[in-house]
């Protein structure tokens, strides 16, 4: 094996299309992970992948200095899904660029560098959002990482509220976790940030990297309870599979957001992916199936599962099976004798983030081969 190769498993995926994966022999899998929340509307999803390719015949890339109609119409089309008064966007290639800017922003912003951040989050493995991610076996190898951060309870208000002061530039925060093991926050917790960071004249970061784009029910998680950050971050499904991240900000931040840049802001053939990818979602409510569909999926996996697990949770198609031993050996059942791919989230959890055009019949394939491997 020639490159770097890490944790590589043995299927060869050569083939996608809609919530299905083919091998390099023509097995197909159900892709119950859409490859890490990366493509919401399964794999080759026709109109993005045309607006892609109309692009790559016109201009491949331009420099962001000079505007350009693909970046523009999505940096309205952003502006227009966000909740108000978020209207200013920056764009970049991943989850972990969007948060590093947006800390970045925060600081700049506040005159202040202060971050809290919550236990088991996940922001990425840059040196800035790595300081904000909780877990120590990532950080580790790697320090010194950027200072000055500080790590409060998950879904505890109160904490929140005690934590944030005047010397806090920003609160970095996910609406539900993911890595962390699909934890979702309650309203109130996310209300105590939104209320402290005011008070304290500090930004509310949102990290929707792996919430948004419809997987819980709505375009953005945080439009399901009325909070409205200073910042959202937002990549993994973004573009359906073309790389790209994105920090939608109020004006305040956008107005001091210093001297931040990247060559890859917003490149056309990205950007023409990104948009058709939003207006898909948005004009077919998306966010609506994904709803109905989650919450059917986790009735079942709760009915037919029962006792044999410590708990199912999640928002809408973001959905965890926390079990009592390792979550291991479950996926690589579901892979190998039931061709479904799924994804862990920490050591006991099997999370389940499939496409968001995920049908019902797909879902009661995956609980009945959940019932036989744990079961
Ligand atoms: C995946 C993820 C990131 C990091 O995104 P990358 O594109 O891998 O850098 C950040 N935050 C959350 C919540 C994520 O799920």
Known sequence: MTGFVFNEKPIQIEEGDGAYLYDDSGTEYLDMGASYACVPLGHRHDAVDAAAKAQIDKLTYVQASYPNSARTELYETLAESAPDPIGKVWLCNSGTEANEAALKFARSATGNSKIIAAMQSFHGRTMGSLAATWKSKYKKPYEPLAGDFEFVPYDDPEAMAEAVDDETAAVIVEPVQGEGGINPASAEYLEAAREATEEAGAALIFDEVQTGMGRTGSL???????????????????????????????????????????????????????????????????????????????ERLEAELGDDVREVRGEGLMVGVEVKRGAMRYLKQLAMSHQILALPAGRTVVRLLPPLTVTQDQADEVVEALVEVIG
């Open 220 to 298: 953005w998680a945080c439009e399901q309870t009325g909070v409205v950050p200073d910042m959202i971050t937002s990549a993994k499904g973004l573009a359906n599979g073309f790389p790209m991240g994105a920090t939608l900000c109020r004006d305040w931040i956008a107005e001091e957001y210093g001297s931040h840049a990247s060559t890859f802001s917003g490149g056309p053939v990205v950007s023409a992916a990104a948009n058709a990818t939003v207006q898909t979602i948005v004009e077919e409510d998306v966010p609506a199936h994904a709803e109905s569909v989650g919450n059917y999926l986790q």
